[in-house]
């Protein structure tokens, strides 16, 4: 069975900084993209960023480009997002998804829950 | 960039057939991906590659799209399909754009 769990969420001070991991089972890891999506409380998707499946190229949501980096290291299964200089806006439930062919997601994760408060 | 345009909320009598829209300029020369989530849960694929089924999903949950305008199709809706509808697309420069979402009530 696919499964991706996420885990690295919490409460940030605006400002600080993330790190976001998502662990995948059962698939292939390294034959895939992966992506990640966030959900602001009460409002739509919107698609953060998503790697290729050897890591060499990256994509990013246009009004999220330079604060978030994703990465994976295909020996441990895991995929990363790392968020710098948080801010209000940025507070949201992420997903961790498994994309078919960068185009549409078949696989989510139950998400990890990031707050940017003082 | 592309913009996917959906109605806020869409209300179907139990056992009826409810539509759902999204609307965006040539979408029907698209592929459109549907996914439905329940409230505190994650997205669940329903429809992808506009007609398409994944494993799992009831054959209630339908979907077609030409024009301006694709649509997911639910035929004898249950009240466990109340839930929130998105519709996405790929494209080449913004590459994945979701609809605002949709609720859909079953009365």
């Known amino acids: 069975e696919v499964q991706l769990l996420e885990s690295g969420g919490g409460l940030v001070q605006p400002g600080g900084s993330l790190t976001l991991s998502c662990a995948a089972s059962?698939?292939?890891?390294?034959?895939?993209?992966m992506s990640w999506v966030r959900q602001a409380p009460g409002k739509g998707l919107e698609w953060v960023s998503t790697?290729?499946?050897?890591?060499?190229?990256?994509y990013y949501g246009d009004s999220l480009k330079g604060r978030f980096t994703i990465s994976r290291d295909n020996a441990k299964n895991t995929l990363y997002l790392q968020v710098n200089r948080l801010r209000a806006e940025d507070t949201a439930v992420y997903y961790c998804a498994k994309p078919i062919l960068y185009y549409y997601m078949d696989v989510w994760g139950k998400g990890t829950t990031v707050t940017v408060s003082s | 960039s592309y913009e996917l345009t959906q109605p806020l909320s869409v209300s179907v009598a139990l056992g009826q057939t409810g539509r759902i829209t999204c609307g965006a300029s040539?979408?029907?020369?698209?592929?459109v991906h549907w996914y439905q989530q329940k409230p505190g849960q994650a997205p669940v694929l329903v429809m992808y590659?506009?007609?398409n089924r994944p494993s799992g999903i009831p054959e209630r949950f339908s979907g077609s799209n030409s024009g301006n305008t694709a649509t997911l199709t639910i035929s004898g809706a249950q009240a466990g399909d109340e839930a929130d509808y998105y519709c996405?697309?790929?494209?080449?420069?913004?590459?994945?754009?979701f609809g605002g979402g949709t609720k859909l009530t079953v009365l």
């Open positions: 040539n979408i029907g020369s698209r592929n």
């Open positions: 996405q697309v790929w494209d080449s420069s913004t590459a994945v754009v």
């Open positions: 590659r506009d007609t």
């Open positions: 059962g698939f292939t890891f390294d034959s895939y993209a």
């Open positions: 790697i290729s499946g050897n890591g060499g190229s990256t």
